[in-house]
């Protein structure tokens, strides 16, 4: 039986100080082992992104990776190191689990007498137990071997000189804010996070989830002075010179983890350590082994499997795990499913003590610029407006992001405005909603640090919250989507109908946003869509000019919407026609900011002299005349989708932006 692990190493940061003599540290620092210089062997592979994998699919693999760089160890009184990693056993679908992975001290970084599985790649069935080999380990182990008096297939273990563990421990962490130990799986294919502290005479083991900080309580806290036998610190001293150096109490203090970041940013620090230290040759190994097990794992590690870079830990705390999103969404089951939008499918998922979610499913060919979209959906943390739908978290996955919203009860705009089962929107509701989306606009160009542009206003990314506030959401996944590389919709962002005429050449900016909301209140109030082309009448196929015909006729209110019967201010529904048509004017200059449009509707403000007559006014030129491109987008019912900020200046290229015509 073909059986295997897929070991990732992943190493997002590895901090290791030794201190050893009065003067000099040695520490570094990787983020990633692209910088690293590792003396490598067996199944151990570094991957491109800098992450090392040490052992993949076959049966009885090991593979080591060592810092060539050789660590002293000397006799001083006060022997400390410290180290924090992160690492992840990522099974293989469909394949029984391998070992584990484990820290490795060794004086030697020789391993081919070393045997896999059981032996994790470090021992053998003979060097069990001998003193002289010097071997310090901490194993992550995810088998259990009943002749090491193993008592659990997920602990930790701290070996010296032997594969029987002197000390080991279920794998868990004790919470903070649970105050209680919660059990880490360590085949679950999430990261995890250790820390290997040894100081005078106490060894402590941690671990916890990328998302958890250092635990309070070690899990694993070792006096070795009470074993005669294997003592850590012999085993580390081997066979190395003595020395004879004080280390400094105050140098210890540097010792302290919990005081260094817990994720650095990206610096490869390579302190070279004095000739006094690089004279005991001890080298500071970190190894793994992937190895054949027992009928271990049922693996459907693949079906959660996501993709995580090392630029991505920044905005560790804002990943969801695709595990949860999948529990919560009850595996993206069709009764969960809210709608499909422009960029994605959305489903709606329940996540345990929250709030329901909204979770949208955006496919996307490439990696190029997905950087930055993620930097800008996790800017969204710094955008909080009433009228906004906040973006919760994302997940990335291969050829996938799935981006987390709140769910909004009311679903999208749209369909109140376009589907006959809606019940229909009153005018006050209306207008509420109106100058909600003109306040969150208005937000957006003035309010937050950078101008953000949204670029793609229209109903259908207008959600309703329980109180039937507009929310608007969607932002940048236009743009975003250019860099997905479909050439074929490659022309200009946004939606045909509210794409303002100098976007295919000047591009996107503050006042093509305000060209779109135009079009948006005329929708709004006239309850249907900018662009009909299957429309009979051939006057009434472009909204805008339909519009100002009427007012050309002084029958403006002939404009509104049907449904909306009796029930509704004259004065209003004129105002935000009048306005519609004065954001809409094809000469951008002409067109109010969001901040006039704000005052204009609120009546803080009368509305400028012009007329149905005024040059650019009521004149709509199709962005995208191929009929094709005419359709304009639609999106079905109840969801909220998922926002993006799209934090750009104002003049971003559009020949590089796709057209929604979904
Ligand atoms: C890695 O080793 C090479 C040669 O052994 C050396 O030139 C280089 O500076 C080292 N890199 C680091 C980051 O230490
Ligand atoms: C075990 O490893 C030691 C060296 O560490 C080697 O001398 C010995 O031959 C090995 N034993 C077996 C059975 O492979
Ligand atoms: C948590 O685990 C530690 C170490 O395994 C143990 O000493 C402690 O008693 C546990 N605490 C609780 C509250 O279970
Ligand atoms: C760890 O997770 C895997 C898959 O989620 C599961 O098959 C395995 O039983 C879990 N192990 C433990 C010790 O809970
Ligand atoms: C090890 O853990 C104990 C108990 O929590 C703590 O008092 C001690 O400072 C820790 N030592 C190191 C080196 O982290």
Same mark, same amino acid.
Not at 275 to 288: D, N, R
Not at 433 to 447: E, N, P, R, V
């Given at each position: 039986m073909s059986s295997g692990l897929l070991l990732f190493w992943l190493i997002s940061s590895f901090h290791l100080i030794s201190v050893s003599t009065s003067s000099k540290d040695t520490s570094f620092v990787f983020n990633g082992f692209g910088q690293a210089n590792l003396s490598l062997d067996g199944s151990a592979t570094l991957l491109p992104n800098g992450l090392l994998q040490l052992a993949k699919d076959s049966q009885h693999q090991m593979g080591h990776a060592f810092i060539k760089k050789p660590i002293g160890f000397s006799s001083s009184t006060l022997l400390s190191f410290t180290t924090h990693f992160v690492c992840a056993l990522v099974p293989k679908p469909g394949f029984e689990g391998g070992h584990g992975i484990t820290f490795l001290i060794s004086p030697s970084v020789d391993f081919t007498q070393a045997q896999p599985t059981r032996y994790l790649g470090i021992f053998n069935a003979s060097t069990n137990g001998f003193t002289s080999s010097h071997l310090f380990a901490v194993e992550l182990d995810t088998v259990r071997n009943l002749d090491f008096h193993e008592t659990n297939n997920n602990h930790v273990g701290i070996d010296v000189n032997s594969p029987i563990s002197v000390e080991s421990a279920p794998a868990s962490y004790f919470s903070i804010t649970e105050q209680k130990n919660v059990s880490i799986n360590l085949s679950c294919g999430d990261p995890i996070q250790v820390w290997v502290d040894y100081e005078g005479t106490v060894l402590n083991v941690s671990v916890a989830p990328l998302e958890a900080g250092k635990p309070s309580r070690p899990l694993l806290s070792r006096p070795s002075i009470s074993q005669k036998c294997c003592q850590v610190e012999d085993c580390l001293l081997g066979s190395l010179q003595r020395q004879g150096h004080h280390t400094s109490r105050e140098l210890l203090q540097l010792l302290d983890i919990s005081k260094l970041p817990r994720m650095p940013q990206p610096r490869a620090e390579h302190k070279k350590p004095s000739? %006094?230290? $690089?004279?005991? #040759? +001890?080298?500071?190994?970190?190894? +793994?082994v992937a190895v054949l097990a027992g009928g271990f794992y049922h693996m459907k590690k693949k079906k959660y499997a996501v993709v995580r870079e090392p630029w991505e830990k920044e905005f560790g705390t804002r990943r969801f795990s695709y595990k949860s999103l999948y529990i919560a969404t009850k595996g993206f089951r069709k009764d969960g499913f809210l709608g499909r939008g422009g960029f994605g499918v959305v489903y709606r998922g329940d996540l345990p003590q929250n709030k329901p979610i909204a979770v949208k499913r955006v496919s996307h060919d490439g990696e190029q610029g997905m950087k930055q979209f993620v930097a800008e959906v996790v800017s969204m943390r710094s955008l909080k407006h009433r009228n906004l739908v906040p973006l919760l978290r994302y997940c990335r996955r291969k050829g996938e992001l799935l981006l987390v919203s709140e769910y909004m009860p009311n679903g999208s705009l749209d369909q109140h405005l376009f589907d006959d089962r809606s019940p229909v929107l009153s005018w006050s509701q209306r207008l509420v $909603? %109106?100058?909600?989306?003109?306040?969150?606009?208005?937000?957006?160009?003035?309010?937050v640090e950078q101008v953000v542009l949204h670029r793609d206003i229209k109903a259908s990314n207008v959600m309703l919250d329980a109180e039937l506030n507009g929310r608007l959401g969607d932002f940048g996944m236009a743009r975003f989507h250019d860099h997905g590389g479909n050439a074929a919709t490659t022309a200009a962002v946004g939606t045909v109908g509210y794409m303002a005429p100098e976007l295919i050449t000047m591009g996107a900016s503050t006042v093509t946003d305000v060209y779109a909301f135009g079009v948006f209140m005329l929708e709004v109030a006239c309850g249907r869509k900018p662009v009909e082309p299957r429309m009979m009448q051939a006057e009434k196929r472009y909204l805008i000019k339909w +519009?100002?015909?009427?007012?050309?006729?002084g029958s403006l209110l002939e404009a509104k919407d049907p449904r909306l019967g009796g029930e509704f201010l004259p004065e209003e529904v004129e105002l935000v026609m009048k306005l519609g048509l004065l954001c809409t004017n094809i000469v951008p200059e002409s067109r109010p900011t969001m901040e006039q449009v +704000? %005052?204009? #509707?609120?009546?803080? %403000?009368p509305l400028p002299d012009f007329s149905p007559y005024t040059l650019g006014i009521g004149s709509f030129t199709p962005v995208v005349v191929d009929a094709v491109s005419l359709t304009v987008s639609c999106t079905s019912r109840n969801w909220s989708a998922p926002s993006v900020s799209s934090s750009s200046g104002n003049n971003s290229k559009d020949d590089e932006q796709p057209l929604d015509i979904s």
């Open positions: 000739a %006094l230290i $690089i004279a005991p #040759l +001890v080298a500071l190994a970190i190894i +793994v $909603i %109106l100058k909600g989306i003109a306040s969150a606009l208005f937000y957006l160009h003035t309010g +519009v100002c015909e009427c007012w050309k006729k +704000v %005052l204009y #509707l609120n009546e803080n %403000l």
